[in-house]
């Protein structure tokens, strides 16, 4: 299912190959997971300032294209520090949403709040944020 879906144009940056095993993994141990990955559209932006690193990935009919830096003008844009990445990744996904009232998802809110984790977007893109967060959740 997975040969050729996920396509990293980005090998020269390190964060992009760590995203396509991350990527690659989750959706070849859960089936569901499949399933929300071939329904996205869209483009989503990591900028891991901190580590002057970007990526930008491009969704349409199933398949994923991970691009170098910011591409275009990305429906989101998820900007924080490379540290907090993984508290992202360990959000649990509760009746199809992302469950923020447990200690990572406080975590994530409190990143929010305090400026460390910003995500342009978060309202005007809401459903593909939240498939974002169910496909990059190891949860």
């Known amino acids: 299912m997975l040969e050729g879906v996920i396509e990293n144009r980005a090998e020269e940056v390190p964060f992009a190959g760590i995203l396509t095993d991350l990527l690659k993994t989750n959706l070849a141990q859960n089936p569901g997971k499949q399933s929300v990955f071939r329904k996205m559209g869209g483009t989503a932006a990591i900028d891991l300032a901190d580590i002057e690193t970007a990526v930008t990935l491009v969704f349409a009919g199933g398949r994923l294209r991970i691009e170098a830096g910011i591409v275009g003008k990305p429906d989101l844009v998820i ?58 959740s190891v949860m």
């Open 79 to 136: 900007r924080t520090a490379s540290d907090l990445v993984t508290d992202l990744n360990l959000l649990r996904i509760v009746g199809g949403l992302p469950w923020y009232f447990d200690e990572a998802g406080r975590r994530v809110v409190a990143h929010l709040l305090t400026g460390r984790l910003k995500i342009e977007g978060l309202f005007s893109h809401p459903l593909l944020l939240t498939r974002l967060t169910k496909i990059m």
